[in-house]
Nanobody, 126 residues
Protein backbone atom coordinates (compact mmCIF):
# COMPACT_ATOMS: atom_id res chain seq x y z
CA UNK A 1 0.00 0.00 0.00
CA UNK A 2 1.39 3.37 -1.04
CA UNK A 3 1.24 5.95 1.70
CA UNK A 4 2.58 9.34 2.67
CA UNK A 5 2.67 9.96 6.41
CA UNK A 6 3.20 13.48 7.64
CA UNK A 7 4.54 14.81 10.92
CA UNK A 8 5.98 17.99 12.37
CA UNK A 9 3.00 20.31 12.58
CA UNK A 10 1.92 22.30 15.61
CA UNK A 11 1.79 25.73 17.18
CA UNK A 12 4.63 28.21 16.76
CA UNK A 13 5.07 31.90 17.48
CA UNK A 14 5.51 34.43 14.67
CA UNK A 15 9.13 34.45 13.55
CA UNK A 16 9.62 30.86 14.64
CA UNK A 17 10.46 27.73 12.65
CA UNK A 18 9.00 24.30 12.01
CA UNK A 19 10.13 21.37 9.94
CA UNK A 20 7.45 19.29 8.27
CA UNK A 21 8.25 15.68 7.39
CA UNK A 22 6.58 13.42 4.86
CA UNK A 23 7.62 9.77 4.92
CA UNK A 24 6.77 7.49 2.00
CA UNK A 25 5.95 3.82 2.45
CA UNK A 26 5.32 1.25 -0.24
CA UNK A 27 7.31 3.13 -2.86
CA UNK A 28 10.60 4.96 -3.31
CA UNK A 29 10.55 8.72 -3.62
CA UNK A 30 13.58 8.54 -5.92
CA UNK A 31 11.47 8.76 -9.08
CA UNK A 32 8.53 10.73 -7.76
CA UNK A 33 7.76 14.41 -8.05
CA UNK A 34 6.88 15.96 -4.71
CA UNK A 35 4.65 18.86 -3.78
CA UNK A 36 3.72 20.64 -0.59
CA UNK A 37 0.33 22.32 -0.44
CA UNK A 38 -1.65 24.17 2.20
CA UNK A 39 -5.22 25.17 2.86
CA UNK A 40 -6.08 28.04 5.16
CA UNK A 41 -9.56 28.43 6.69
CA UNK A 42 -12.03 29.67 4.09
CA UNK A 43 -9.48 29.50 1.25
CA UNK A 44 -8.74 27.12 -1.57
CA UNK A 45 -5.76 24.80 -1.35
CA UNK A 46 -2.63 26.35 -2.81
CA UNK A 47 0.79 25.10 -3.83
CA UNK A 48 3.63 25.99 -1.50
CA UNK A 49 6.65 24.20 -2.95
CA UNK A 50 7.57 21.43 -5.38
CA UNK A 51 10.52 19.21 -6.19
CA UNK A 52 10.95 17.53 -9.56
CA UNK A 53 11.28 13.76 -9.85
CA UNK A 54 14.87 14.15 -10.98
CA UNK A 55 15.61 16.15 -7.85
CA UNK A 56 17.12 18.95 -9.95
CA UNK A 57 14.34 21.53 -9.82
CA UNK A 58 12.46 23.23 -7.03
CA UNK A 59 9.96 26.03 -6.94
CA UNK A 60 8.20 28.05 -4.28
CA UNK A 61 5.12 30.22 -3.99
CA UNK A 62 6.04 33.90 -3.88
CA UNK A 63 4.60 34.15 -0.39
CA UNK A 64 7.15 31.68 1.02
CA UNK A 65 10.25 32.29 -1.11
CA UNK A 66 13.32 32.83 1.00
CA UNK A 67 11.60 31.38 4.07
CA UNK A 68 10.69 27.78 3.14
CA UNK A 69 13.01 25.08 1.82
CA UNK A 70 12.07 21.69 0.37
CA UNK A 71 14.55 18.82 0.66
CA UNK A 72 14.73 15.05 0.67
CA UNK A 73 16.56 12.31 2.53
CA UNK A 74 16.52 9.38 0.13
CA UNK A 75 18.01 7.02 2.70
CA UNK A 76 14.99 7.67 4.91
CA UNK A 77 12.58 7.95 1.96
CA UNK A 78 11.37 11.22 3.46
CA UNK A 79 10.68 14.73 2.18
CA UNK A 80 11.02 17.79 4.38
CA UNK A 81 9.66 21.31 4.32
CA UNK A 82 11.73 23.63 6.50
CA UNK A 83 9.65 26.67 7.38
CA UNK A 84 11.45 29.69 8.86
CA UNK A 85 10.36 33.20 9.77
CA UNK A 86 6.79 31.98 10.06
CA UNK A 87 3.95 34.48 9.84
CA UNK A 88 0.34 34.26 11.04
CA UNK A 89 -0.75 34.06 7.40
CA UNK A 90 1.16 30.76 7.13
CA UNK A 91 -1.47 29.18 9.37
CA UNK A 92 -3.06 26.32 7.43
CA UNK A 93 -3.36 22.59 7.06
CA UNK A 94 -0.28 21.44 5.17
CA UNK A 95 -0.24 18.45 2.82
CA UNK A 96 2.52 16.63 1.01
CA UNK A 97 1.79 14.90 -2.28
CA UNK A 98 3.59 12.76 -4.85
CA UNK A 99 3.22 11.25 -8.30
CA UNK A 100 5.46 9.03 -10.42
CA UNK A 101 7.68 11.20 -12.59
CA UNK A 102 11.45 11.24 -13.09
CA UNK A 103 11.61 14.38 -15.18
CA UNK A 104 13.14 17.78 -14.66
CA UNK A 105 9.90 19.74 -14.37
CA UNK A 106 8.56 20.79 -11.00
CA UNK A 107 4.75 20.73 -10.81
CA UNK A 108 3.05 23.32 -8.64
CA UNK A 109 -0.56 22.43 -9.44
CA UNK A 110 -2.34 19.74 -7.47
CA UNK A 111 -4.03 17.98 -10.41
CA UNK A 112 -0.91 15.96 -11.27
CA UNK A 113 -0.52 14.45 -7.82
CA UNK A 114 -1.84 10.95 -7.09
CA UNK A 115 -0.77 10.32 -3.51
CA UNK A 116 -1.51 12.62 -0.59
CA UNK A 117 -0.52 12.77 3.03
CA UNK A 118 -3.15 13.09 5.74
CA UNK A 119 -2.54 16.80 6.29
CA UNK A 120 -1.29 18.41 9.48
CA UNK A 121 -2.25 21.70 11.10
CA UNK A 122 0.35 24.44 11.40
CA UNK A 123 -0.72 27.41 13.52
CA UNK A 124 1.38 30.57 13.78
CA UNK A 125 0.18 32.67 16.67
CA UNK A 126 1.44 34.52 19.70
Amino acid sequence: QLQLVESGGGLVQPGGSLRRSCAASGFSLDSYAIGWFRQAPGKVREGVSCLSGSGESTDYADSVKGRFTISTDNAKNTVFLQMNSLKPEDTAIYYCAAFADSGYVCYGGEDEYDYWGQGTQVTVSS
